[in-house]
C-alpha cells in the first residue's frame, strides 16, 4: 500500500496532505525517515510513525455534531481561553477530525470522521458535495431579494452563485433566508451577503450532502448511519462497497 494512502486511512490526514508529512520529513518507516513520494509500506508488518508516534489504522468513525455559536472548531486548547468542540467529544473513542470548519460565531451541523480520503473529498469543491444553511441578514433589504442574491456576484475577483437560494421571511431591516454552496472558502456565506451590502447576524449549517441536522440538540452528537456513510461516499466518488468497516450502530 502506498504510503500516503496508509496515513490517510489512519485517519491522519487527506492522501495530498500526506504527501507534504512525507516530502517535511515526519514520517517514518522501521525507523528510518522515508521523504520519498510513492513510497510503499507493508501494513501488517512495517512501523509507521509522524513525528516519532506510532500511526495504526482505527476502526472508520464518522459522526455529526451540532456544533453551539461561540465555539472554536479546533481539537486544541486555545491560549486565549475561547472554548472548543473537544467539549463535546470526550466519549468518541477514535480521533475524529473536523471536515471543514464552522466559524466561531456560527453553529449547526459539524461532520466529524477519522476517515481522511472522504473527509478531503466532502470539503473540496469538485465532488460538488452541497452544504446548506440558514442565514439571518440584516441591512436595508432590496426589491425582489430572492432575485437578486440567486443572480451571482463578484466575490474577491471570482465570480461566485450560491446552488440555491430560498428567501424564507423578510421585514424592515432583517430577514431569513436558505443558502447553498458546494464550495467552501472562508467565510463564503458572509462575504456572498456582504456583496449585497446586508450582515450575516446568524448563520446555522443544516445540511452537508444527505446528512441533515435535523432535530439533534446544541452540543449533541450521533453516529451517522449506514445509509448518511454510504451516500456520502457515492457522492464524492468513493465506491460503496469501499466501506470496510461498519458503521458503530449498525
Given at each position: ?7 490517510s486511512e489512519c485517519g491522519i490526514t487527506s492522501r495530498r496532505k500526506a504527501d507534504n ?105 469538485r465532488y460538488r458535495v452541497i452544504k446548506t444553511y440558514l442565514a439571518e441578514v440584516s ?57 449585497f451590502g446586508l450582515r450575516v447576524a446568524r448563520l446555522k449549517r443544516i445540511s452537508c ?42
Amino acid at each position: 500500500m502506498r504510503l500516503n494512502r496508509f496515513l490517510s486511512e489512519c485517519g491522519i490526514t487527506s492522501r495530498r496532505k500526506a504527501d507534504n508529512l512525507i516530502k517535511a520529513g515526519r514520517i517514518t518507516v522501521n525507523g528510518k525517515v522515508v521523504s520519498t513520494l510513492g513510497s510503499v509500506v507493508d501494513e501488517a508488518a512495517d512501523r509507521v510513525a509522524l513525528d516519532g508516534k506510532p500511526v495504526r489504522k482505527e476502526r472508520k468513525r464518522y459522526v455529526m455534531l451540532n456544533k453551539p455559536p461561540f465555539y472554536l472548531t479546533s481539537l486544541k486548547s486555545m491560549e486565549d481561553g475561547k472554548k472548543t468542540i473537544t467539549s463535546f467529544l470526550g466519549d468518541i473513542e477514535q480521533r475524529v477530525y473536523p471536515v471543514g470548519r464552522l466559524d466561531y460565531d456560527s453553529e449547526g451541523l459539524l461532520i466529524l470522521t477519522n476517515d481522511g480520503e472522504l473527509a478531503n473529498r466532502i470539503h473540496h469543491p469538485r465532488y460538488r458535495v452541497i452544504k446548506t444553511y440558514l442565514a439571518e441578514v440584516s441591512g436595508e433589504m432590496p426589491d425582489e431579494l430572492e432575485t437578486l442574491i440567486k443572480q451571482g456576484t463578484e466575490i474577491e475577483e471570482r465570480f461566485t452563485k450560491p446552488d440555491s437560494v430560498s428567501v424564507l421571511k423578510v421585514s424592515p431591516g432583517r430577514a431569513r433566508a436558505s443558502i447553498s454552496f458546494h464550495e467552501g472558502r472562508k467565510h463564503i456565506v458572509k462575504k456572498y451577503f456582504e456583496a449585497f451590502g446586508l450582515r450575516v447576524a446568524r448563520l446555522k449549517r443544516i445540511s452537508c450532502g444527505n446528512v441533515r441536522l435535523g432535530e439533534l440538540g446544541k452540543g449533541k452528537w450521533r453516529n451517522l448511519n449506514p445509509g448518511e456513510i454510504r451516500s456520502l461516499r457515492k457522492m464524492t466518488g468513493l465506491v460503496p462497497d469501499d466501506l470496510k468497516e461498519k458503521a458503530p450502530n449498525e
